[in-house]
């Protein structure tokens, strides 16, 4: 006879796993709904650098590095090529306006000087000659004119002596005519001469002066030949220091080639590179200042060159009051310039957490400084101090300013 076996009442073995993961997934729903999801993270408060946020007067300058350079600097070119012959004067001497460097030579260029005297010499006899022709060709008319003068006087007289012995009828008709006809053809001639007289000199005129001018400008050709003879000698454009000086003996050099500087030490500039952030906003007339030999020296800014090289432009500033003493060409002065007016702001000092965040965010401690929660702020103009907070911060708030690097993405830092 079989025999009924009744179930056991209660929670069997092989339900545990079943109620286990009930459990937890009620506990995940609670946990997505009810919980605190921001991620935090333990750290040691002695890793990390606070400060306080607080209101004060923001300095709109950056911190830069310039170099002394000469306030001008003029280079080197012969103005006509040659060949190295003499080196008057070495690297680092001083000269005067004027004063020989380099002596060059060129023999074409002495052909070319040969070449033009003769021509020269050849244009001014040619002149002297043809003034002499001219001159004989006036005299020669100027004789005919004083013939033809003579001429006329005496056919006159006879015309008038026939003319009277033919009204007296002592003298045929013809006679009489013929005389008149003579020296009508006398006083034609004459007239004839005095206007040849006049083109002639007219023309005489007129080729002397084509002669005298074309000798002129040969003449001018001559002297610039003759200054181009001097341009061989490469000399000093401006009172200074021979820089550099790039060339050897019997080298040859063509015109406008760069082989050297002179430097006008009568004062000095300051060449700094700043980061082509700034471009912006450095501009001519910016002050600027630097300390040395414990007292501090006032500059301007004169020049902001327009190129940016490998993130960095080039600016010239100059004295406006004393020069250090001792000042030499290539020292390096740290220098303060100044971008704008100190104005009032909410500022932060200067720390690491800037090249994690951008400026964008920051963490803020509690008041009891035992955690600090990441907060969105916005930074505005930055020194070599401080930053200058627009957004997010309000004076008194402490800060982390170290870096964030071990920080990952953690929201809230829970300080030990």
Known sequence: MDRIIERKKGIRKKHIPYIAGGAAFIALILWIFLGNHEASL?????????????????????????????????????????????????????????????????????????????????????????????????????????????????????????KRLYEEELIAREDMIQAAEDYQMAVKDRKLIIARQKQDSLYRKIQIEELENSLRSMNRNMELIHERMDNLNVK????????????????????????????????????????????????????????????????????????????????????????????????????????????????????????STGGMWIFVLTPEGDKAYRREIRIGRQNPQYYEVIEGLAPGEQVIISGYDNYGDNEILILN
């Open 42 to 162: 333990r750290i040691d408060s002695r890793t990390i650098v606070t400060a306080a946020a607080e209101k004060g007067m923001f300095n709109d300058f950056i911190k830069i590095n310039g170099q002394v350079q000469p306030i001008t600097t003029v280079q080197l070119t012969p103005l006509e090529g040659g060949v190295v012959e003499e080196i008057a004067i070495e690297e680092g001497a001083m000269l005067k306006k004027g004063d020989i460097i380099v002596r060059l030579s060129n023999s074409q260029l002495n052909l070319q000087i040969l070449e033009s005297e003769a021509s020269l010499a050849e244009k001014e006899n040619f002149l002297r000659n043809t003034q002499v022709t001219m001159e004989q060709e006036k005299l020669t008319l100027e004789r005919e004119r004083v013939q033809l003068n003579m001429d006329v006087e005496r056919k006159g007289r006879k015309y008038m002596q026939y």
């Open 236 to 355: 000093s454009p401006i009172d200074g220091q021979l820089g550099s000086l790039d060339v050897m003996l019997g080298q040859s050099l063509s015109s406008g080639s760069n082989i050297g500087q002179v430097n006008d030490l009568s004062d000095y500039k300051i060449e700094a590179l700043i980061d082509e952030h700034y471009i912006d906003r450095v501009r001519t007339g910016l002050n600027a200042t630097f300390e040395r030999q414990g007292g501090t020296f006032p500059l301007e800014v004169k020049k902001v060159y327009p190129d940016v090289k490998e993130g960095q432009f080039k600016t010239d500033l100059v004295f406006t009051g004393e020069r250090p003493d001792n000042i030499r060409t290539g020292q390096t002065y740290y220098i303060n310039l100044e971008l704008g007016q100190p104005t009032e702001a909410v500022i932060i000092p200067r720390g690491a957490f800037y090249q």
